[in-house]
């Protein structure tokens, strides 16, 4: 029997032939939920838009909200609801990757699911496309610069204990032995942390370089004012593929020294398509709304994909838009994008951080690139 689902439907939320409804499926609560809201306002804004021109297939695209920070069977039941009761006829949105692997194998089958957040790489799930980055176009460049430009050998790691974490890591491995490094240790720490004594002992005994950071929102934000607490940051570098500008503004600029980011989007980069962007932000919900930092940007990125592989294929067929997958493109704040295979191909940046804002250093690959 199922649990009850995990939001209200609201009473103009009806399923028919002119709309198009999508489950936005983003963090209320828990770590991730601390950027929640620009995750919101940012796909709000790509619905709002997709409508002022036409909708999609000629219908309506509304979203309806899914609190993806709830435990991820309890997410997967929820979706699942709505996508047997035909209330959705897609999904997208941020949630970590344990939601995914819980809410793609009951869904992806039968609507198009455009996942939007970094994760580990490796989703092959039928009907599910990625815009998200992955380790080894993010977090190897990145590495890689570090160990040039910084002469970083020993890595530590501290992640939440879940597959993002674990897999990155494997992967960061491999990333350091091949720049002539190592890491020197690892420490995992469930979603809610707030002690981080233990780890921070751990780093300096280590003698790392750098520290890199797979830790999830408020979890992330905690460890920064702890690491710079105790006085690390004045002799270790920390690197996080998960750290954008409102977990920079939860952290404060004294806990911010040496902190670096990478990811496809910096809310800082002086490039027209982000400007432009960033008026119609601020124009729709005003000058006090969230940062559109990287996270809630992506399911702005999102909803486009999702319009424009439905369009493409003319039809909400899964077959069909995998049929024609990847002949789709579409244009947003990250600038004209396609598809290689399941994922988007995007350029991304390395980031350092600048008080409550980021300084982008390098652009370390291009959406061209093959590596």
């Given at each position: 029997m199922h ?7 609201p009473?103009w939320?009806t ?6 409804n ?5 963090p209320m609560q ?10 919101e ?5 790509a ?13 309506e695209?509304?979203l309806l ?11 997967a039941?929820?979706v699942?609801?709505l996508?047997?009761?035909?209330t959705v006829?897609g999904v997208?949105?941020?949630h970590?990757?344990?939601v995914?692997?819980?809410v793609a194998?009951?869904i992806a ?9 970094l994760y580990?790489g490796?989703?092959?799930?039928d009907g599910v496309y990625?815009?998200?980055?992955t380790?080894a ?8 610069l570090?160990?040039e430009?910084?002469g970083v050998?020993r890595w530590?790691?501290v992640?939440n204990n879940?597959?993002?974490?674990r897999h990155t ?7 350091a032995r091949?720049a002539?490094g190592?890491?020197?240790g690892e420490?995992y720490l469930p ?9 921070l002992r751990r780093?300096e005994?280590?003698?790392?370089d750098?520290?890199?950071m797979?830790l999830?929102?408020?979890d992330a934000i905690r ?8 006085g690390l940051d004045?002799?270790?570098l920390?690197l996080?593929?998960l750290?954008?500008?409102n977990?920079?503004l939860?952290?404060g600029?004294?806990?911010t ?8 989007f910096f809310a ?7 400007l ?21 940007e992506?399911c ?9 592989l439905i369009?493409r ?7 069909a838009?995998r049929?024609t997958?990847?002949?789709v493109?579409?244009?947003?704040p990250r600038g004209?994008l396609?598809l290689?295979?399941?994922?988007v191909?995007?350029?991304i940046y390395?980031a350092?951080a600048?008080?409550l804002d ?12 093959l590596s």
């Amino acid at each position: 029997m199922h649990s009850p689902v995990r939001f209200h439907t609201p009473e103009w939320f009806t399923a028919d032939a002119s709309t198009l409804n999508v489950a936005l499926v983003y963090p209320m609560q828990g770590p991730a939920g601390v950027f929640g809201p620009t995750c919101e306002a940012c796909a709000r804004l790509a619905a709002e838009e997709i409508n002022k021109a036409g909708g999609v297939l000629g219908k309506e695209l509304r979203l309806l909200e899914v609190d993806g920070g709830a435990e991820p069977w309890q997410v997967a039941e929820d979706v699942e609801a709505l996508v047997a009761t035909g209330t959705v006829q897609g999904v997208t949105g941020w949630h970590i990757s344990s939601v995914r692997q819980a809410v793609a194998p009951r869904i992806a089958h039968r609507v198009p699911y455009v996942y939007t957040a970094l994760y580990e790489g490796g989703e092959r799930t039928d009907g599910v496309y990625l815009t998200s980055e992955t380790p080894a176009w993010q977090l190897l460049p990145a590495m890689r610069l570090l160990t040039e430009t910084r002469g970083v050998r020993r890595w530590f790691v501290v992640g939440n204990n879940y597959v993002w974490p674990r897999h990155t890591a494997r992967a960061a491995r491999r990333y350091a032995r091949d720049a002539r490094g190592r890491v020197c240790g690892e420490a995992y720490l469930p979603l809610g942390a707030d002690d981080f004594s233990d780890v921070l002992r751990r780093i300096e005994h280590a003698d790392a370089d750098a520290v890199l950071m797979l830790l999830v929102g408020s979890d992330a934000i905690r460890f920064n004012r702890a690491f710079a607490a105790c006085g690390l940051d004045q002799r270790c570098l920390r690197l996080s593929t998960l750290m954008d500008e409102n977990m920079l503004l939860g952290s404060g600029p004294e806990a911010t020294a040496d902190l670096y980011s990478t990811a496809g989007f910096f809310a800082s980069l002086a490039d027209q398509n982000i400007l432009d962007f960033h008026g119609r932000y601020a124009g729709r919900f005003g000058i006090a709304a969230p940062t559109p930092g990287s996270l809630g940007e992506s399911c702005y990125e999102g909803v486009l994909l999702l319009a424009a592989l439905i369009e493409r294929a003319r039809t909400l067929d899964v077959s069909a838009i995998r049929a024609t997958a990847d002949t789709v493109s579409y244009e947003g704040p990250r600038g004209l994008l396609g598809l290689d295979g399941r994922h988007v191909r995007q350029r991304i940046y390395l980031a350092e951080a600048d008080g409550l804002d980021f300084n982008v250093l390098a652009q370390l690959r291009a959406p061209h690139d093959l590596s």
